[in-house]
């Protein structure tokens, strides 16, 4: 599954799902909205472009790391602290490809899928700066 | 000719989005951002700097395919383009 959705995921259910025959390791990423003394997080997607996006790579890291499964949900909309915002479960025959895949996928999706997050705060809001890739630089 | 403009993150905050506009034929990239970001100076200063070019973290797109910021001057825009305009990304 790869998607950029609103809604929070089961991920109970993803990871019976990645168990795929030959599994012997399922890696979860699961990324939430820290308590940087914010009231919550809106984020925001070029959303056909993202899915794209994502589709490729977890294609590249299925073909890299000889994953079985990937999945792969980045939530936009308005999050509250401790709430979901992107989810990666890979499953592979060994630990080491599947704590790979799974860090190849966070790296490459920070690098450039077009996602965008602001954090709220009692006092107004602020872009949180891209940290990788093309022209790092003030968001 | 009519083409769609999506800016995202602080850009739409300035400039709005999903704004569809009518260009002549033979519009470069560069000029077309130029004139709808001239709307407001706070969203032109976004994106360009004081000798009118590109920041060189703005990335640029059409129809999804990304174009470079040296390339944008001498890239004409097409009727039924969506063009879109965003800071660095932030996800994950």
Redesign the interface.
Known sequence: MIAVQTGDVDIGALITAAKKQGTGAVVVFD?VVRDDEITEME????E???V?ELEKIAQDATGQFRLLHVDII?RIGSLAVGEN??IIVVSAGHRPAAYAGSRYI?EE??????????ELTKDGGR????????????? | MTVKIRFFARFRELLGTDIVTDVAPGMMFTSLITTVSRKNPAGYAAIFDENGTFHEFVILMKNGKRIEIADAAKTPVEDGDEIAVFPPVAGG
């Open positions: 990324g984020l925001e997607a070029y056909e472009v993202a794209k980045h915002i992107l966070i999706i920070k690098k450039g899928v077009p996602i965008w997050k602001k872009w949180v700066p891209g940290d990788h890739g093309h022209g790092k630089g003030p968001a």
